[in-house]
């Protein structure tokens, strides 16, 4: 399930109060008992520490700190040569939709870009799909991304981002990839 929007376009993660940006890293996180922290209880979506072996998760972090900033749920899905974006959710802290507050804005549109980089990197060429929380969101993908409706399976909001779409996304975010798994 997608939860945000692109707030903005930009490299970095922006400060909305001082106008500051900030510079990104990209973590796994495999450890349950890590990712049991983030749980409905805690103003995220869902509990994280439920998915399954084959679901890949990756945190946003500020570079040289763990302060989640965001969350993404990957799956490779090789049939259809894309990544299914399972999940994708901004931090509470940043999630201006259900909390009415934002510290950072730019975490979503990194998020797509680190599904898009992991579709790049399993062969993919970029190819991401995944289903928006609603109605209104599905039609934002689709009209500010150039999003490919889905045939509905479990969610009538699926969508499919192209490789073009992804690689405008790619080519604006920058963030580097930690070593270091949780």
Known sequence: MITFIVDEIIPCLKDTESGEFFDTEVLQLKRKSF???FNKRTGWYINWSKFDQETEIYALV???????QGLAAIRYDEEAKA??????CTAPQNNLWQYKKQKYS??????LAIASELSLKKGYDGFVYGEA????LY?????NFGALPLPPVNNPYRFMLSDEATARIREVYNYEWSEEQL
């Not at 500020?62 to 989640?68: A, C, E, F, H, R």
């Open 133 to 136: 929380m609603d109605e209104a």
């Open 62 to 68: 500020l570079k040289g700190t763990v302060d989640i």
């Open 35 to 37: 990712l049991s922290k």
């Open 139 to 143: 039609h934002y993908y689709i009209s």
């Open 83 to 88: 990544v299914n974006l399972v999940w994708g």
């Open 106 to 111: 730019g975490v979503g549109g990194h998020l």
